[in-house]
């Protein structure tokens, strides 16, 4: 038996805003379902070999993001973050300073697994983390 990373699934208030907020990443938008009477949405992108799963629900459009504290409270049982390999992790903040996404706040870290990396938060407050980590290759 062979497993491999196939998808994370996130759930949105606008449906195109965090689509292009994605696609702004390097994602490609490879597929979108609406159901007929406009109450849901799915879109998939495709980023490498794994998807993001993105699901809207029309009851949710004027909910506020969500509040995570920064990092996605890790203490807390759950899923926490997207993480997206950079293979600059410098560049990598820059060209997220440059889009608007990071500000002079948003520093490099280096992680108690000797791993470089830096957040930033998507439309609805979900974190998405850059990473450097060539420590398995």
């Not at 689509?19 to 495709?46: C, P, T, W």
């Not at 794994?50 to 504290?69: A, C, D, W």
């Not at 470089?116 to 420590?135: A, C, H, L, N, T």
């Amino acid at each position: 038996m062979n497993y491999r990373p196939h998808h994370t699934a996130i759930s949105v208030r606008n449906l195109d805003k965090s689509v292009d907020f994605y696609k702004s990443l390097g994602y490609e938008q490879v597929h979108r379902y609406d159901e007929e009477d406009g109450s849901m949405s799915i879109a998939h992108l495709k980023l490498g070999g794994s998807f993001l799963e993105i699901f809207v629900y029309k009851k949710n459009e004027n909910e506020p993001p969500v509040n995570y504290e920064y990092a996605n409270n890790l203490e807390d049982i759950g899923v926490k973050h997207i993480a997206l390999w950079a293979d600059d992790i410098e560049a990598a903040l820059a060209d997220m300073k440059a889009k608007g996404y990071a500000n002079e706040d948003t520093k490099i870290t280096v992680g108690r697994t000797k791993v470089s990396y830096f957040f930033i938060q998507d439309p609805d407050g979900v974190w998405v983390e850059f990473v450097k980590d060539d420590r398995y290759n």
